[in-house]
């Protein structure tokens, strides 16, 4: 029976719990775990949600509505999805319709309905896939609307979940899981795909843990292919979610709350996080650490609180997840180049001193000299290895003149923090 009001949340084809809204306050959402899921080895699905029988209420803004709303699109992306589907904008109606393949290992269903055992997938023909990335993943090629992938991926960029088979593209079917993300160029700002598949590189060669990334080219229009840290493969081809959250549903901030200028968590409260949750702190912490260094330094002001995440694995391990959305995006015209987590009070990357880095070390509860090292220690490797990594961004995707300016301010950034570290 179609029941408007309650959803059921599945891991697999294990039930995880329920959700239900509060009629009072359409934006409150409570949640309450399966006993069995308790009582047989479920994990807790979030920091800020406990395994325990009892059920959390039904508040709006509370820990149960800022993890789910946490997995739903954001900006121009949610405002499509409710016009196309013709549905409510709260949190919770579009978690019905589009929660069957969120982020992590949660599919969010119907009451009516349980996960398919058989994952379908469609595989799309040269024309469909055109018509994929033209409209920026909001055509589905003809699949009937009872078909149509139940997709919830979160952000304001346009992305599509796709299954990838040996060069092939296959549309996943309602749940079914997909392996890889493709993100599409932005209105105005047709560089971005460029952009964040050259800084990946750049963070792979100096160390970082990273996302893998490929960039794609189909009748003039460029997108990447990214394939999905929190899926795995088993020896059948049968794809597997992994769970993760990102920071802001961990730390139990409401997606509006993303950036520290504006009510988000400092970059220590996330640095505290990894150091609990973690089950390899003295890595995952220095991980963290070089990502705000890179950040600053490899001009990516938008690493905010839902761009990093932490992973669990089936081993019962808590990590940190590769980092993604890494973006050089002081090279963008028209865009904010403040910092997403200021460094010691100083959101402005040209102005961040030794001083800056000591007063975050410090509230991180660590050595300034040791935080001041790494920050010399890395614009010494970026320094190094910035036009070899272009040598080799333009041997596989050939010339990109727009990555001039990325390099123009990565080279000025690093020696900067390079002459403050004299």
């Known amino acids: 029976m179609n029941d408007p009001d309650n959803l059921n949340i599945w891991s697999e084809d294990r039930l995880v719990g329920y959700l239900w809204r509060n009629q009072a306050s359409p934006q409150g959402i409570g949640f309450r775990y399966e006993h069995d899921w308790v009582e047989k080895g479920g994990f807790a699905i ?32 949610r405002e499509r999805i409710v016009r196309d589907l013709k549905i409510s904008g709260t949190d919770f109606d579009l978690l019905r319709a589009i929660g069957g393949d969120c982020a992590g290992a949660l599919s ?38 009872n078909n149509r992938p ?36 932005i209105p105005d700002y047709k560089n971005v795909p460029a ?60 997606n509006q709350y993303k950036y520290e200028a504006e009510g988000g968590p400092e970059f220590s409260k996330c640095y505290q996080l ?13 991980h963290l650490l070089n990502w705000q260094i890179f950040n600053v330094l490899a001009g990516n002001s938008d690493g905010h609180a839902k ?5 669990y694995s089936a081993q019962n391990q808590t990590r940190l997840s590769p980092f993604y959305d890494l973006v050089c995006t002081r090279a963008i015209a028209r865009v904010d180049d403040k910092l997403a987590f200021s460094v010691g009070g100083e959101t402005n990357p040209s102005l961040i001193n030794k001083q800056n880095w000591a007063d975050e070390a410090q509230k991180c509860g660590l050595r300034p000299s040791f ?22 961004f333009e041997k596989q995707y050939g ?23 004299k």
């Open 46 to 77: 979030s920091q800020t949600l406990p395994l325990k029988t009892d059920e959390y209420p039904a508040e709006a803004g509370g820990v149960v509505q800022n993890f789910f709303a946490n997995l739903l699109p954001e900006g121009g992306a």
């Open 108 to 145: 969010i269903l119907p009451t009516e309905r349980t996960p398919n055992s058989e994952q379908e997938y469609k595989e799309l023909n040269d024309d469909q896939l055109l018509k994929l990335v033209k409209r920026r993943g909001r055509n589905y090629g003809g699949i009937s609307v």
């Open 150 to 185: 139940r997709l919830s991926l979160a952000g304001a960029q346009d992305k599509c979940p796709i299954l990838v088979r040996e060069g092939r593209y296959l549309l996943p079917m309602q749940e079914a899981a997909s392996s890889h993300i493709l993100k599409f160029e």
């Open 195 to 254: 952009y964040e598949t050259f800084n990946t590189m750049l963070a792979h060669s100096i160390g970082l843990p990273a996302v893998e990334i490929r960039l794609n080219k189909l009748a003039a229009k460029t997108y990447v292919c990214i394939k999905r840290y929190d899926r795995s493969e088993d020896s059948e081809g049968k794809i597997h979610r992994l769970h993760q959250e990102d920071f802001c549903q961990a730390l139990g901030y409401g």
């Open 274 to 286: 990894v150091q609990n949750a973690s089950t390899d702190p003295v890595v995952d912490t220095q």
């Open 307 to 311: 761009n990093i995440s932490l992973l």
């Open 371 to 392: 935080v001041q090292g790494l920050v010399k220690n890395l614009a010494q490797k970026l320094s190094t290895r910035l036009r070899e990594t272009r040598m080799e």
């Open 399 to 421: 010339e990109y003149p727009a990555l001039q300016r990325v390099e123009s301010i990565i080279n000025w950034q690093c020696a900067a923090a390079l002459k403050e570290g």
